[in-house]
């Protein structure tokens, strides 16, 4: 019960007071007329749908904020118009050296050890981490990526499961410069399908397609069967479920929670000081999400490797999750809001539609046979 007020008060907390963006004149009641808040006194929808308008929480979770201009002048013009020339111009071309330079190395060790060592299972794997976390090192040094770890490096353990918010693939690259995790992912097209299918399956990741239902219940017996393995990478899981723009955190997805396993959190947070690192995955493929990066001036990023949590006793999988999600909000500095990230990819269902309409129906038909 004290959940649901907990969830109940996030969302009056959420919604906004339409009455302070109304203009005054609109409240002050006009003699003989309508007032525009009997309007949405009629209807619990209407006040909705007025406050959905004023301030939508959901959206707002998935939306990226321009950075504030700041060349409005002819002195700073001239800095900022240099400041293209030396990102474009100098920093973009090294940066991209550094990337190739980075795959030819990789890929020239890569593939002999990949295919050579069949026999020698330990030494493969461990050298196939090794050269993960270099390639993963290099993607970061080609955005400039200043990374600060807080906390201690993490091990590999049987039965523990890591979980992190998630704001971009990047964050995916940053974890795993410094410890070769086996990821739970959505299966991609392009040239990152194929290092999902190649590379990155060496490392024992899961991928899965959101548009798949049978997926769900293959990628759970792969998980129980991944944690319980004494010699398998550490299983990393974004239990958003999807990119969320690094001032909130949506519902966390209960299945890394009833695992029966230590869940280890981890709190990721960018300052956007030179570039926003939010991948908004229906406006830009990932490809020109790095062109963004590589062309900003440097990627700051701050990473927390945090206390270990266990089930506790009467706890169900959703209020641990509520837990964890918590311990990462506040050390992260990142909003809750009580909203399923999932939804972003689904329209209402025509039975919720159908709700909705049935219930503002008879409000007017109440409010019409007060009359």
Same mark, same amino acid.
């Given at each position: 019960?004290? $959940?649901?007020?907990?969830?109940?008060?996030?969302?009056?907390?959420?919604?906004?007071n339409?009455? !302070?963006?109304?203009?005054?004149g %609109?409240? +002050?009641?006009?003699?003989? $007329?309508?007032?525009?808040?009997?309007?949405?006194d009629?209807?619990?929808?209407?006040?909705?749908?007025?406050?959905a308008?004023?301030?939508d929480?959901?959206?707002?979770?998935?939306?990226?904020n321009?950075?504030?201009?700041w060349?409005?002048?002819?002195? #700073?013009?001239? #800095?900022?118009?240099?400041?293209?020339?030396?990102r474009?111009? #100098?920093?973009?071309p090294s940066?991209?050296i550094?990337?190739?330079?980075? =795959?030819?190395?990789?890929? %020239?060790?890569?593939?002999p050890? &990949?295919?050579?060592?069949?026999?020698?299972?330990k030494?493969?794997?461990?050298?196939?981490?090794g050269?993960?976390?270099?390639?993963?090192?290099?993607?970061?040094?080609?955005?400039?990526?200043?990374?600060?770890y807080?906390? *201690?490096r993490?091990?590999?353990?049987?039965?523990?499961v890591?979980?992190?918010n998630?704001t971009?693939?990047?964050?995916f690259?940053?974890?795993?410069?410094?410890?070769?995790?086996?990821?739970?992912?959505? $299966?991609?097209? /392009?040239?990152v399908?194929?290092?999902?299918?190649t590379?990155?399956?060496?490392?024992?990741?899961?991928?899965?397609?959101?548009?798949?239902?049978?997926?769900?219940?293959?990628?759970?017996?792969?998980?129980?069967? &991944?944690?319980?393995?004494?010699?398998?990478?550490?299983l990393?899981?974004? @239990?958003? /479920?999807?990119?969320?723009?690094?001032?909130?955190?949506?519902?966390?997805?209960? /299945?890394?929670?009833?695992?029966?396993?230590?869940?280890?959190?981890?709190?990721?947070?960018?300052?956007?000081?030179?570039?926003?690192?939010f991948?908004?995955?229906? $406006?830009?493929?990932?490809?020109?999400?790095?062109?963004?990066?590589?062309? %900003?001036?440097?990627?700051?990023? !701050?990473? =927390?490797?945090?206390? @270990?949590?266990?089930?506790? *006793?009467?706890?169900?999988?959703?209020?641990?999750a509520?837990?964890?999600?918590?311990?990462?909000?506040?050390?992260?500095?990142?909003?809750?809001?009580p909203?399923? /990230?999932?939804?972003?990819y689904?329209? *209402?269902? *025509?039975?919720?539609?159908?709700?909705? +309409? +049935?219930?503002?129906a008879? %409000?007017?038909?109440?409010?019409?046979?007060?009359k």
């Amino acid at each position: 019960m004290s $959940k649901l007020n907990t969830s109940s008060s996030e969302l009056d907390f959420d919604r906004p007071n339409i009455e !302070d963006y109304l203009p005054s004149g %609109s409240i +002050q009641e006009p003699h003989g $007329k309508l007032r525009l808040r009997d309007l949405l006194d009629i209807s619990p929808t209407l006040t909705e749908a007025a406050g959905a308008i004023v301030d939508d929480s959901f959206t707002r979770c998935f939306k990226s904020n321009p950075p504030e201009p700041w060349n409005w002048n002819i002195y #700073l013009f001239p #800095l900022w118009c240099l400041g293209v020339v030396v990102r474009y111009g #100098l920093l973009f071309p090294s940066r991209v050296i550094v990337l190739t330079i980075g =795959w030819i190395i990789f890929l %020239s060790c890569y593939f002999p050890v &990949h295919f050579l060592l069949k026999g020698h299972d330990k030494l493969r794997k461990r050298l196939e981490r090794g050269l993960v976390e270099l390639i993963c090192s290099f993607f970061v040094a080609s955005w400039t990526g200043v990374v600060k770890y807080h906390g *201690p490096r993490p091990s590999m353990r049987p039965k523990q499961v890591f979980v992190a918010n998630h704001t971009s693939m990047i964050d995916f690259i940053v974890l795993e410069q410094m410890t070769a995790f086996a990821v739970i992912m959505q $299966k991609h097209p /392009g040239w990152v399908g194929l290092l999902q299918s190649t590379i990155l399956e060496s490392l024992g990741c899961i991928w899965f397609n959101r548009s798949e239902s049978k997926d769900r219940e293959i990628v759970a017996k792969k998980l129980r069967e &991944h944690v319980h393995g004494a010699d398998n990478n550490p299983l990393l899981i974004f @239990p958003e /479920g999807t990119c969320v723009n690094n001032h909130y955190t949506v519902m966390f997805k209960k /299945g890394a929670f009833e695992l029966g396993c230590t869940v280890c959190p981890i709190a990721i947070k960018y300052n956007k000081i030179f570039v926003d690192a939010f991948w908004n995955s229906r $406006k830009q493929s990932f490809t020109t999400h790095l062109l963004q990066l590589m062309t %900003s001036w440097a990627v700051v990023c !701050d990473v =927390w490797y945090l206390e @270990p949590q266990n089930l506790k *006793p009467g706890e169900t999988p959703i209020e641990f999750a509520e837990r964890v999600r918590d311990i990462i909000s506040v050390r992260a500095g990142l909003r809750k809001v009580p909203w399923d /990230g999932y939804l972003k990819y689904s329209r *209402p269902s *025509p039975k919720h539609r159908e709700r909705k +309409q +049935q219930s503002f129906a008879e %409000s007017i038909l109440r409010r019409l046979e007060e009359k």
